[in-house]
């Protein structure tokens, strides 16, 4: 096990790229860290540098207090699961799983013990005989994950390790993953770009964005207090909805005009939005913070819009209404025993007690 940092690490590749940008993290040890991000934000490379299979350009990685930038993959005693699988596929299972310690001549009664204890604690011990291509997705990846834990590294690096199983698999495996790094407690930075994976995985989550990172925290934290409209867009589903609103001042109050229609801020924001003093804010509301029916502590003719609604999309216990306002397409999401139908005119109300705030240039929190 091992603390891992990155202080101020850069990627800048041979054509030019600069892929990571200032990058600085510590992981603690023990810890099950998620890097999430869209596609081409940078993690693979991040990970990469930290396995030493690519080049640090700038910046310092520590490993237990020591800089590591420039050992060998070899030394750094990092162990890396990819998304597709990287076994040997004329070797057994057993094979597969032992490789490592084969290589580095481990008394072979040695082996067998760990081998059977990894696979056991994998729920794969019956399969040590078969041969990577008898295997189901989900039971290969488990192999992968036994040939990186066997040894004992110093973290668990892992690159999308579940993107190619199916949607229930990758929800089985996921938490049997969290459980096993739970119980064998080896640091473990761990890459998505599927944010509902990162929000039931993490207990840490760093958000990327073009090689630099937006932020790092809890997974209620990025929910409940995204700190730009990337990071507030990027975590749930479907994404947050954003209008731009006037500032007005309404019975000495600020209000918010989302074109003719007043939302009433609470007293925190509505403070908030006095301090920053500007006369136009982005104002975000998530799908399920949007009602159909109005709720306890409405402002009287305030905190709705008249909409008309375009589509139902019935989730299970939930449904989806996609509704049009000044020609822009936005989403609440309601309880599935409403009876909302494609067509109707109607109120919705907005939840203003739930709602973020971004300035219009910097897009950073209010
Ligand atoms: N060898 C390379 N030379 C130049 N640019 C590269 C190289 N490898 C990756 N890149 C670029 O660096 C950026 C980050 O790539 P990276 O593979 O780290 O993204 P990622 O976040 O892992 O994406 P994905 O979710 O698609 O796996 C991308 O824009 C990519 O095109
Ligand atoms: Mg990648």
Redesign the pocket.
Known sequence: MAELALEHVGKVYRNGYEAIHDFSLEIKEGEFLILVGP?GCG??TLLRMIAGLEDISSGELWVDGEIENYKEPRERNLAMVFQNYALYPNMSVYDNIAFSLSVRKVDKKEIKKKVYDTAKMLGIEHLLDRRPGELSGGQKQRVAIGNAIIRNPRALLM??PLSNLDAKLRTQMRVELAALQHAVGTTTIY?T?DQTEAMTLGTRIVVMRDGKMQQVDTPANLYAKPVNRFVAGFIGTPSMNFFEAQVVSWEEAPALLVGEYRMMPCREDAARISRHGSDSVILGIRPENILWEAPECVSAGADYVETMILEVELLGAEKLLFFLLYGKKYVAKIPAEYDARAGEVRRLYFDVTAIHLFDCDSEMRI
């Open positions: 596609s993690k693979s690159d999308e890459v770009h």
